[in-house]
């Protein structure tokens, strides 16, 4: 279920903040913090604050992991399916683009990014499930 969420704290919504939003809500912390962290470990890391690879160091250093979808089924988790199949813990989904956080089983994001095809997911406490029920 979407649960419109935008901490931005002008609500702003066009300006390519995913990650820094995506951020603040699985950290529970503020936009404004979010968007610091990311900005310093960009800055320490040479890259741009929403690049995958300085969305994952802070992630990281704040106890989360990355996982795929299966290799059998790269392409067929959308983020509606992840929550459904995730009723519980913190994940940080990222599809082509963009980035948002699922929260037991909702997603928090400023607008429906529940098509999206899941690339990868970053978590913490609760492993996520990619395996769907045999029809």
């Not at 988790?77 to 940080?92: A, I, K, Q, R, Y």
């Amino acid at each position: 279920m979407l649960t419109q969420y935008n901490p931005n704290p002008v609500k702003s919504n066009g300006v390519d903040d995913c990650s820094v939003r995506a951020v603040a809500k699985a950290l529970d912390v503020s936009w404004e913090t979010a968007y610091v962290m990311l900005m310093m470990a960009g800055y320490s890391m040479g890259d741009m604050p929403h690049s995958n690879t300085v969305i994952g160091a802070v992630l990281r250093q704040n106890g989360f992991q990355r996982e795929f979808p299966p290799n059998d089924c790269p392409d067929c988790f959308t983020v509606e399916e992840f929550c459904e199949l995730n009723p519980e813990g913190t994940f940080v989904v990222f599809s082509q683009g963009h980035t948002a956080t699922v929260v037991d089983g909702d997603l928090y994001d400023s607008w429906d990014s529940s098509g999206n095809t899941i690339i990868f997911v970053w978590y913490r406490d609760e492993e996520p499930v990619f395996e769907k029920e045999e029809e």
